[in-house]
């Protein structure tokens, strides 16, 4: 056989980027589609190279800091939350296919002006408190089609996370990684900086039925139910199937790197609730819808404290909280024995 330049160069040239695997799904599986989700995910991949551009240049122009105000859930606001917003609000808005925007950073949803039929609803950058130290951080995103009377309303985000038609993250670091899902199947890909594309890096990923590895914040452990500290104090004794081994705990403190490591390598990533307040810190449409429907198309399991299923709660405000757990099946499924 004949080698090709690009063979004998070790040079790949048939590459898909993101644009060309959403024109492609679009042919493939819906060809009559209007094209609307479409340009909205185009829409959305502009936002994530925005916003990796201003992280990765941050320390440079004295984006990173406090920007002396907090966001209507509480958390101090770093200089580059508002920037991202602030990028995906004008974003979503020039797309000309968002009606509703719900923000973390912002108190109440925004509509927009227009004839868009989708709902998107964002963390624009989650774990910014980790950003001074160089901690990975990410923007995380669902989607909603607009019920077929509506002109846009709060009633078009208060869904069941099942009424999604597109979820998904971008973790910035060294590169960008965005996993996407549109109901078929997670997606990976990798942010070319030279291309100024996303390529198609991880197709169709699928996370692993089990691994001994678990992911959670046990410095709130003396707030947990009982049943939970004893479900992570068994975790740490010598497991038979380990060979007298107990599981190992990778915690970053980014929920959007411990859901992408996890999703990676398999395990189990929590945050439970409050055990007196009832209340999880994680928002419901914008944090553990994204990553239940992700965790889900992936093959995985995502509940919440009692056992229920995430992507089955009915949000009665857009900055709603649960406690969540999510990651390999047969992880959530050892979990679920505990539940008195």
């Not at 690009?6 to 042919?27: A, P």
């Not at 007298?244 to 705990?249: H, L, Q, W």
Request: charged share 20%; hydrophobic share 40%.
């Amino acid at each position: 056989m004949v080698q090709t330049v690009s063979q004998q160069m070790n040079v790949e040239t048939d590459i898909i980027t993101l644009t060309r695997f959403i024109l492609e799904e679009q042919q493939k599986f819906a060809p009559n589609a209007t094209g609307e989700l479409s340009l909205l995910l185009n829409s959305l991949q502009f936002a994530f190279k925005f916003i990796a551009h201003n992280i990765r240049r941050a320390e440079l122009v004295n984006l990173i800091g406090i920007s002396g105000t907090a966001n209507t859930t509480g958390d101090v606001q770093k200089k580059l939350d508002v920037i991202g917003d602030e990028i995906f609000i004008n974003a979503m808005k020039s797309s000309g296919n968002v009606k509703v925007l719900v923000s973390e950073e912002q108190e109440d949803l925004i509509v927009f002006e227009g004839g868009g039929r989708y709902a998107v609803c964002t963390d624009p950058i989650d774990g910014s408190s980790n950003i001074d130290a160089g901690v990975s951080v990410g923007t995380i995103f669902g989607v909603y089609r607009l019920r077929d009377d509506s002109t846009g309303s709060i009633k078009d985000v208060l869904r069941k996370g099942t009424d999604m038609v597109a979820a998904g993250y971008t973790m910035y670091g060294a590169s960008a990684h965005l996993m996407l899902t549109t109901g078929r199947g997670v997606h990976g890909f990798t942010l070319d900086t030279q291309l100024g594309e996303f390529i198609l890096t991880q197709p169709d990923l699928k996370i692993p039925p089990s691994r001994a590895i678990y992911s959670v914040n046990e410095g709130n452990s003396f707030y947990w139910p009982e049943y939970v500290q004893k479900y992570i104090a068994e975790l740490k004794e010598p497991q038979e199937e380990l060979k007298g081994k107990p599981y190992s705990a990778r915690y970053i403190g980014s929920m959007v790197a411990d859901i992408h490591r996890t999703l990676l390598y398999g395990g189990i990533f929590a945050y439970p609730a409050d055990s007196k307040s009832k209340n999880g810190k994680l928002r419901v449409l914008y944090e553990c819808f994204p990553m239940a429907m992700l965790m889900e198309q992936a093959g995985g399991s995502a509940v919440n404290d009692k056992g229920e299923r995430i992507l089955d709660i009915l949000p009665k405000g857009i900055h709603d909280k649960s406690g969540i757990w999510l990651g390999s099946k047969g992880e959530i499924d050892r979990f679920l024995k505990y539940i008195p």
